[in-house]
């Protein structure tokens, strides 16, 4: 669900589905499903490389990393260890499930995938929503301890976006994430502010169903090329943005404040830094 209040009312709401994948699995995951690969080609194929770049240079970066941490790298289990090593998060060990798409018929685009992070006895320590835009630019937001609502695993933070989402938002606005570490349900919910006024929310919902190759098969019937159908979608909907006459910010106009992030567009790559932290 994607509802947006200001400057002009615009709501939609589509039935989709994810995979919850825990990355303790991979290499055995695939395993008596025919329409599912990870690290080769079939109509559902996952690739590491394609989560959580932190062994790529991150963009205009904002701050130095914390003195003594290690520069991830290796497979995506270890580029997660890394990277919460890095915001003072100890994995050891424990389970990390990536709420998200795989290629589809090796198409790929997820607008934001969701890292839940355990510890070894199964209790959540950080989340972290790695946002795509159709510029297939990348930026992680992590939460961390700090974040979490007490008892009730859901993590919640409000941070500044510093990121081209859409044309129809500027990048200086805040996100505001709501991530209920999932069970038998997922809800997570992401909302934009300008200063104290809520200007934009999109939510995810769903029932929890066990990974196999004949739900997959009925899946892909029922939602044919589902990352395809997502990216048309968003094209679709900004065209009927577009038609009500909402604002919107060109890429190009503030490279300098698009921060932090990896695989920075050629409208951004080559900007000097801002000089605000």
């Not at 240079?57 to 289990?77: D, Y």
């Not at 929503?129 to 930026?139: L, R």
Request: with cysteine.
């Amino acid at each position: 669900m994607h509802a947006r209040f200001s400057p002009r009312p615009h709501r939609f709401l589509y039935r989709i589905f994810l995979f919850a994948l825990d990355l303790d699995e991979l290499a055995t995951l695939d395993r008596g499903m025919p329409l599912f690969s990870v690290g080769r080609r079939n109509l559902y194929s996952f690739r590491e490389g394609d989560f959580l770049p932190t062994d790529e240079t991150l963009h205009n970066r904002t701050a130095e990393p914390p003195r003594g941490a290690r520069e991830p790298s290796g497979g995506l289990r270890q580029r997660v260890t890394a990277y919460l090593a890095a915001h003072g998060v100890t994995l050891d060990g424990g389970r990390v499930v990536l709420v998200t798409l795989p290629r589809v018929a090796g198409y790929l685009f997820n607008p934001v995938s969701f890292y839940f992070c355990y510890d070894r006895a199964g209790a959540p320590l950080a989340a972290i929503a790695e946002v795509t835009n159709t510029f297939k630019e990348m930026k992680p937001y992590f939460l961390g301890p700090d974040a979490q609502a007490a008892q009730n695993g859901e993590f919640r933070v409000r941070v500044p976006k510093h990121f081209y989402v859409s044309p129809y938002s500027d990048v200086d606005v805040a996100f505001d994430f709501t991530l209920r570490t999932p069970g038998d349900r997922l809800s997570v919910q992401i909302d934009d502010y300008v200063g104290t006024e809520r200007t934009l929310t999109s939510a995810l919902t769903g029932d929890r169903r066990e990974l196999t190759g004949a739900r997959l098969a009925w899946f892909s019937l029922k939602y044919p090329l589902i990352t395809v159908r997502v990216i048309a979608l968003i094209h679709w909907h900004a065209f009927r943005l577009w038609l009500k006459r909402v604002p919107w910010f060109a890429k190009a106009a503030r490279p300098s404040d698009q921060r932090d992030l990896y695989r920075p567009h050629i409208s951004v790559a080559h900007a000097q830094p801002s000089d605000a932290a």
